[in-house]
Antibody, heavy 121, light 107 residues
Framework: QVQLVESGGGVVQPGRSRRLSCVAS????????MHWVRQAPGKGLEWVAI????????YYADSVKGRFTISRDNSKNTLYLQMDSLRAEDTAVYYC??????????????WGQGTTVTVSS | DIQMTQSPSSLSASVGDRVTITCQTS??????LNWYQQKPGKAPKLLIY???NLETGVPSRFSGSGSGTDFTFSISSLQPEDIATYYC?????????FGGGTKVEMK
């Protein structure tokens, strides 16, 4: 079945780095754009980043621009989020999500279960 | 950035009630709006895309309408399994933005 499984979360000290992974299965990964969306404890949803189907075009929320990098390895059906210079306000559940489109913005129709990142000393 | 104003932030209703949530955007987004349901401890789930299209497998008691800057999401007859938080989200422009959410509780 169509599935996204995130991993890589955990407790990390402020200023340090962490890489999240999202493995896709059940669909042709390289046909779809992919997002990262996060949710701070008790808060709403915040879009983080998108990469189009080929991994060339990428866009970021201002809150993470210059610190986070989204990438994908289509040969491994895997999406990544490299998070550098982490701050306390990056503490959240991070979800990967599939976009219905490969090359434009549309709807996030498949979501992973989320992985929790806690930034704390 | 496109601002999303979702209301109410919470509501309480009884089984069988009609529930309505509104979402207003800070600029015209045509019909580039989606609605998601999120149950506690779970990932969001897409219910409505393009403002009014029902995602495959979603019960027909859910519906959406609107265009431009004003949108409405409805549950025609609230069921116990509909207890969740609902979010609107625009995709007309980056950055993608979500409404603040509406928590639906059972009376």
């Amino acid at each position: 079945q169509v599935q996204l499984v995130e991993s890589g979360g955990g407790v990390v000290q402020p200023g340090r780095s962490r890489r999240l992974s999202c493995v896709a299965s059940g669909f042709t990964f390289n046909n779809y754009g992919m997002h990262w969306v996060r949710q701070a404890p008790g808060k709403g949803l915040e879009w983080v980043a998108i990469t189009w189907y080929d991994g060339v075009n990428k866009y970021y929320a201002d809150s993470v621009k210059g610190r986070f990098t989204i990438s994908r390895d289509n040969s491994k059906n895997t999406l990544y989020l490299q998070m550098d210079s982490l701050r306390a306000e990056d503490t959240a559940v991070y979800y990967c999500a599939r976009d219905k489109s490969g090359t434009s913005l549309y709807a996030m129709d498949v979501w992973g279960q989320g992985t929790t990142v806690t930034v704390s000393s | 950035d496109i601002q999303m104003t979702q209301s109410p932030s919470s509501l309480s209703a009884s089984v069988g009630d009609r529930v309505t949530i509104t979402c207003q955007t800070s600029q015209d987004i045509n019909n580039s709006l989606n609605w998601y349901q999120q149950k506690p401890g779970k990932a969001p789930k897409l219910l409505i895309y393009d403002a009014s299209n029902l995602e495959t497998g979603v019960p027909s008691r859910f519906s959406g309408s609107g265009s431009g800057t004003d949108f409405t999401f409805s549950i025609s007859s609230l069921q116990p399994e509909d207890i969740a938080t609902y979010y609107c989200q625009q995709y007309d422009n980056l950055p993608l933005t979500f409404g603040g959410g509406t928590k639906v509780e059972m009376k």
